[in-house]
Nanobody, 118 residues
């Protein structure tokens, strides 16, 4: 029932910045956590950043200090601000929402492509 839609991807030069947005058809405040994942060509999907219901954040070591995840409960959106982008950041980025109680629920967006290249 819940739909997540990512936007903001595109082509950016190394060292540049990009801001991704995830719009949810449901209330993100009810999610135990929202996250951004990414999948590069030929590689498995990996967790990039997480923001919990309480606003705590965690990042993959590869993006720590460069990426910032944030949440706007009033607009039901989750954002990923990406700075100092590197070619290895090139991937399709996916928005994810998860609930653990009263039962496990997991939601995925269709992804938005980010290409970091000169």
């Amino acid at each position: 029932q819940v739909q997540l839609v990512e936007s903001g991807g595109g082509l950016v030069q190394p060292g540049g910045s990009l801001r991704l947005s995830c719009a949810s058809s449901g209330s993100i405040s009810s999610a135990h956590a929202m996250a951004w994942y990414r999948q590069a060509p030929g590689k498995q999907r990996e967790l990039v950043a997480v923001i919990t219901q309480g606003g705590n954040t965690n990042y993959a070591d590869s993006v720590k200090g460069r990426f910032t995840i944030s949440r706007d409960d009033a607009k039901n959106t989750v954002s990923l601000q990406m700075n100092s982008l590197k070619p290895e950041d090139t991937a399709v980025y996916y928005c994810n929402g998860v609930l653990y109680y009263p039962k496990y629920e997991n939601y995925w967006g269709q992804g938005t492509r980010v290409t970091v290249s000169s």
